[in-house]
């Protein structure tokens, strides 16, 4: 499968060459443009729970096949959100955990499930108690509110990242919820409140864009709001 990322940044758009009998798993409503050698279709990968747990996760329930059954043929797909893509290739020896909204592509040989995290994680991490969970071997595709940023840390090495700019992080990694700051009313006041603190080793990757703050300052200039 050969690809590339065109127009990087804030508005970009990934074109796949698709040989004859491949096929490529995206993002309801992903495709953009597709030669007339493809053929798209709606798959429910993983059955009905599979479904629901994508739901759960903040996905959609179901996913396009894009498959060049009658030849090969080129397909452009791109994000709903403006922000970055950036292609993640797996070896099959770990998962990577996918924020909301962040799956965008891979190839038949990755697999897209939820991972249910624990009870703090789920109330306060911002994601819910379904995460997305891409695995298996071969090339993924997130996308992002904003650029896409690595963060590498090594082994025992920490971080605090603020939980509305996560995109992902291998399966392999724990994070934990805590304050801010040492006081619950200087984490408060500085905007931040609950942050998460991952420990290396391993790379996060992350947003530079926060989709509330963004919300929040369109709510600013509606009518009724000033």
């Keep these: ?7 990087p940044g804030a508005f970009p758009l990934l074109k796949v060459q698709l040989a004859q009998g491949e096929t490529l798993k995206a993002e309801s409503d992903a495709m953009v443009s597709m030669a007339t050698t493809i053929d ?4 429910m990968e993983g059955g009905l729970l599979g479904g629901i747990g994508r739901m759960l996760a903040g996905e959609k329930f179901f996913f396009q096949t894009l498959n060049a059954r009658r030849g090969p ?3 452009l797909l791109a994000p709903s959100i403006p922000g970055d893509i950036v292609d993640v290739e797996l070896d099959g020896s770990y998962g990577l955990v996918v924020q ?12 897209v499930s939820s991972k249910m995290q624990n009870l703090m994680q789920g109330l306060f991490s911002g994601e819910g108690f379904f995460t997305l969970k891409v695995s298996g071997k071969g090339t993924v595709f997130l996308n992002s509110y904003g650029g896409i940023h690595a963060i590498n840390l090594e082994a025992g ?8 700019h996560l995109v992902a ?6 994070y934990k919820i805590e304050k801010a700051s040492s006081g619950w009313i200087s984490s408060f006041t500085s905007g931040e409140m609950l942050v998460c603190r991952f420990k290396g080793p391993g790379v996060v990757l992350i947003q530079t864009r926060n989709p509330q703050g963004f919300a929040d300052w369109v709510k ?7």
């Design 220 to 226: 600013e200039l509606l009518p009724g709001n000033k």
């Design 40 to 43: 798209v279709e709606g798959k």
């Design 100 to 111: 909301k909204d962040g799956f965008l592509a891979g190839s038949m040989g990755v697999e």
């Design 157 to 164: 090495e920490e971080r605090i990242i603020d939980n509305s």
């Design 169 to 174: 992080w291998p399966d392999y990694m724990d």
């Design 1 to 7: 499968m050969d690809y590339e990322i065109l127009y």
């Design 73 to 75: 043929g080129e397909v």
